[in-house]
């Protein structure tokens, strides 16, 4: 018999919470797994949650909600045996997305049946983890606004890359590679619509930012979207939910364990998608092995 602890979310996505736990109850098999199930209640409080069941040796923690809060909850069992699981009913669910996980809700309980302990990397970007894509530019821009508009949901989201596109101007980056001892390697300065520093391939909601990017590699994929004509914008939407937008004559794609962003000036800076201020310089490097995860059995 192996300990498992459900997480949930209240505030994530649009599904009704309060049935989620019976949900749980009557498709969780029960001869594998005793099951505990908590709402968290601030942010942050995942976090505390999931150390406290790491601690108490829980052999898995379910994140129940969207990026955020799979972020919140695995930052508390980073260097643990203890394993994340997902439930995924936020608005982009890129990191379940990554690991193949049903998007619907009964069919992602019965995965954590036939499931197994995978080992991942994850990013820490000024000591502040994140476990599927982080970055500045528009998305970070927008990832603000979103978290500041009174609704939730993909709807939401698109309203606001619309009706903000058309004013948001490129900024200019440097960024200083490092070896692996430390020591720097390689220094670029472009001008960048938005730079995205990828552990998993995909902001959520399928659209592939790093369609090659691995989480078992020891790398982040660095794609850099540089100023690109109006007319570009159709082909370049349809790259990046086909998987091929590092194909495109304006993205470039590099790859590293370890990277520092200089800009120009203080602005915001998202963490899976949850947006915080930061400095000019941000430190961005990948932690091998860092996490646990239940994926789908292998046989």
Request: charge should be negative.
């Amino acid at each position: 018999m192996k300990n498992i602890a459900f997480i949930i979310n209240p505030i994530a996505g649009t599904l009704n919470k309060r049935r989620i736990p019976k949900q749980i109850d009557k498709l969780i098999d029960k001869s594998q797994w005793a099951v505990d199930t908590v709402f968290s209640e601030y942010k942050g409080h995942a976090t505390e949650l999931a150390a406290q069941y790491a601690r108490l040796g829980f052999d898995a923690v379910v994140a129940v909600g969207g990026d955020g809060t799979v972020n919140e909850v695995a930052s508390g069992l980073t260097g643990t045996p203890t394993a994340l699981g997902i439930l995924p009913i936020g608005s982009g669910n890129g990191f379940a997305r990554h690991l193949n996980i049903p998007l619907r809700l009964p069919r992602a309980i019965e995965m954590l049946n036939r499931s197994e302990a995978i080992s991942v990397d994850y990013g820490i970007a000024n000591e502040q983890p994140f476990f599927c894509t982080c970055g500045t530019g528009f998305d970070a821009y927008i990832a603000d606004k979103f978290a500041k508009a009174g609704k939730r949901g993909f709807a939401t989201y698109v309203e606001h890359i619309v009706k903000d596109f058309f004013g948001y101007q490129p900024q200019r980056y440097r960024l200083t590679f490092k070896t692996a001892e430390g020591s720097n390697a390689e220094t670029i300065e472009t001008e960048a619509f938005l730079i995205t520093f990828a552990n998993a391939n995909q902001w959520g909601n399928a659209a592939y930012i790093a369609p090659k990017a691995s989480i078992q590699d020891g790398e982040m994929d660095i794609a850099i979207l540089t100023k690109f004509p109006l007319h570009a914008v159709p082909g370049l939407a349809f790259r990046l939910f086909e998987k091929t937008l590092d194909e495109a004559v304006y993205m470039t794609t590099l790859h590293a364990a370890e990277v520092t962003l200089h800009r120009e000036t203080t602005g915001p800076f998202h963490y899976d998608g949850d947006p915080m201020e930061t400095g000019e310089d941000v430190n961005i490097r990948i932690v091998r092995d860092g996490l646990r995860v239940l994926a789908e059995k292998r046989f």
